[in-house]
């Protein structure tokens, strides 16, 4: 990495955490990863408004204040170091802002009155993560994801599938892979959110059992395909539909929207709908000053 | 609590947790929570055997060293308090003893070459925690475990699911509750694994898609039911068996064995099993000094 990483705890320079806290304790917390373009974050209401579902969901006290400051002190920072350098390129960082339920005696039960933590980390990322990524080669996880209707959608810390597939996926030499639910329905990537290119239409999981709904995620269905006249249709989808597919692509918030090359043995070219939906997303991008 | 808790990391006095870490960023890791009498821990070989098949599966380098140093650290620091003192009666202490994944690069993938950290805390419990508990009063949690084989039987930091479910128990008043799996088999109590009384046999969840295999459940299948001349069958079990039951016992590491009261309008008196499965207990504590 370019820089160290800067980190702050309830809005204060710290390179640690005060313990005992349930988020290490429990997983106990929810978190964000908000792309930073010289200093200005990317559909930020996206990722504020999925932070306040899931402190909903955890009945968390509000985080809206404790994110707001976060934010505000990761993009002063990024924006001056981007200024001093008087740069003529874009420089993209990525913020990771994560809210635990702060400190709490022993067992699970959380404390009536807890107090949540900000804890914001701010990493460098090489600028070409702004730019067309080659499309990926992706496999099918063999590691299912688990039905649990009360955590699905939000972006918790309950990460342990997510860890052991993308070992697996280093371990196969792939870029990405499908997950799919213990019943055999392809949810998402490891990372990010799959679409399906069908007949003109774009097909994405319902993400009501499991899975984390992505702001990519959320763009593309209320913005960036109806930008392209594309459909989308929120379904069960089954591996052989994304073997059949016209094309596939996948979403998160640093990589964007990027291709699909190859599935298990298929492959695809061109990829004109993952394209088209990534100039749309660079059109996001130059509303929040990217050259 | 009677004395402020002592927190080591990777075996120093501390009060924070170095960041980054995974074990907070995605729940990458294990514990244990291992009950100290006068400053010795109580069936510790199948804690630290728990913790390196957790290690094993998740794929951490060995963490024996790191839970030999932390235990050690913690039982001087427990048994010097308790010398000190001219004490009659016993001591007893909770060791929560938490190994991450360490430090990592962003993103999920695991770093090849990474290094566990130990963080473990010594916390007081009152001395009545050593005795036979009232029974329970338990309910059935609408909370279902998710299905999960590659993560069932360890103990890992993902505890998102039992966060709500003593979220619940606490509102509803209720000391303990029934967990099942999405299915609707009965897994385990919140905090604890269940024991059914059927017919003179003890019946538990075999724990293969989800369930924490307790230490306390391991000791009962293998040492204090046999010593009692009791088998112990590991087969799905219904809610409906559960409210059927001669007897509902459930066990963890710092209660031993408890009986169970009441589950949804049947009630139970006398819990002669569970008193006799906790005079077992009670020896094993007496093997360790408690007098």
């Known amino acids: 990495m370019a820089h160290a990483d800067l980190i ?12 005992p806290d349930r988020g290490l304790a429990f997983g106990d917390g929810l978190f964000e990863t908000i792309l930073l373009v010289d200093g200005k974050p990317v559909l930020v209401e996206f990722h504020r408004q999925r932070l306040a579902a899931g402190a909903r969901r955890l009945n968390f006290q509000s985080v809206s204040e404790g994110f707001d400051q976060a934010l505000e002190l990761a993009c002063d920072a990024a924006a001056d170091v981007h200024r001093s350098r008087h740069a003529d ?3 993209a960082r990525a913020l990771r802002i994560t809210v635990t339920r702060g400190e709490g005696p022993r067992g699970y039960a959380p404390p009536a009155q807890g107090k ?5 980390q701010l990493s460098s990322l ?5 730019t067309w990524q080659a499309p ?17 959608g939000i972006k918790h810390l309950n990460r342990l599938e997510q860890v052991l597939a993308a070992t697996q996926c280093r371990e196969q030499g792939l870029d990405e892979a499908l997950m799919c639910d213990q019943q055999g329905a392809v949810i998402s990537v490891v990372a990010g959110n799959l679409f399906v290119v069908s007949d003109g239409c774009l097909l994405t999981s319902p993400l009501v059992q499991c899975g984390v709904a992505g702001t990519r995620r959320r ?14 249709q929120q379904q069960q989808i089954s591996v052989q539909q994304c073997r059949e597919a016209d094309e596939l692509l996948f979403c998160n918030s640093l990589q ?3 291709g699909v090359a190859q599935l298990a043995g298929r492959s695809w070219t061109g990829n004109p709908v993952a394209r088209a939906l990534h100039g749309q997303y660079q059109g996001e991008l130059r509303m929040r000053g990217l050259p």
Do not use: F, H, N
Request: net charge negative; charged share 20%.
């Open 136 to 152: 990926a080669r992706l496999g099918v996880s063999s590691i299912g994801l688990s039905t649990q209707p009360l955590l699905a």
């Open 116 to 120: 949540p933590r900000i804890v914001s």
């Open 219 to 232: 763009a593309i269905i209320e913005r960036w395909a109806p930008a392209l006249g594309l459909d989308v």
């Open 89 to 91: 390129t874009s420089e």
């Open 256 to 258: 964007g929207v990027r």
């Open 8 to 19: 702050w705890v309830d809005g204060k320079l710290a390179d640690s955490l005060p313990l």
């Open 126 to 130: 090489a600028p070409e993560i702004l």
